[in-house]
Structure formats: structure tokens, C-alpha cells
């Protein structure tokens, strides 16, 4: 039984800091695209930044700069690490896994953890 769960999540001043980490298991860890997606309320679920067995990684327009993706294919675990929030990086942040060649579509993914939420005041 896969199971993705997120740790990290909280309540945080603007510009301050978060690190989420999300461990696997019940999966072969290296051959999937690991990924953080959010959701605010009353929107979509969308993509924040994906890191691919290798390292390689992909990042949002709106995080580029602040957030930074890794992952520790030893420990089962993938990171966000997330610098400068802002308030309108307030959501639910989801981690994803995905086995095939699609990155930034939530249609792409297989299994998704449960998430945590991330509040960022002013």
C-alpha cells in the first residue's frame, strides 16, 4: 500500500520560512517524479514544483526564486523548502507521485498524501 505523508505545514509571518517534507513508502521511490502541488480555498489544486529521480526539477513561475525542491532518494523523502511566503501562498500543499513522463498535471499523478496547510499571515 502506497502511502505519501506530508509533515511541516504551519502558521508562518510573511516572509518568513517553512520546510515540508514528505515521506514515502510502499513504492520503488527512484522511479517516480515526486511533486508539490496546493490547493487555496474556492480554487484549483495547482502545481507548485516536481523533482524527477535524478534531481532535475521544475518549479512554478510564482515560486521560482523562493522555493527550492530536493530529495533524499535514501530516505524515501522529498522537501520544499519555502523562503520569502507571502499570503497568497496560503493552501492545502499536497505531495504526488508519479511514474510516468508528465509533470505539471494533476492527471499525471498516481498517489497524492493527504496534506498539510501552510498559513501565511500578514
Known amino acids: 500500500q502506497v502511502q505519501l505523508l506530508e509533515s511541516g505545514g504551519g502558521l508562518v509571518q510573511a516572509g518568513g520560512s517553512l520546510r515540508l517534507s514528505c515521506a514515502a513508502s510502499g513504492l520503488t521511490f527512484m522511479r517516480y517524479t515526486m511533486a508539490w502541488f496546493r490547493q487555496a480555498p474556492g480554487k484549483e489544486r495547482e502545481f507548485v514544483s516536481a523533482i524527477r529521480w535524478s534531481g532535475y526539477a521544475f518549479l512554478a513561475d510564482s515560486v521560482k526564486g523562493r522555493f527550492i525542491i530536493s530529495r533524499d532518494n535514501a530516505k524515501n523523502t522529498v522537501y520544499l523548502q519555502m523562503n520569502s511566503l507571502q499570503p497568497e501562498d496560503t493552501a492545502v500543499y499536497y505531495c504526488?507521485?508519479?511514474?510516468?513522463?508528465?509533470?505539471?498535471?494533476?492527471?499525471?499523478?498516481?498517489?497524492w498524501g493527504q496534506g498539510t496547510q501552510v498559513t501565511v499571515s500578514s
Open positions: 504526488a507521485a508519479n511514474a510516468g513522463s508528465g509533470y505539471y498535471s494533476t492527471n499525471a499523478y498516481d498517489y
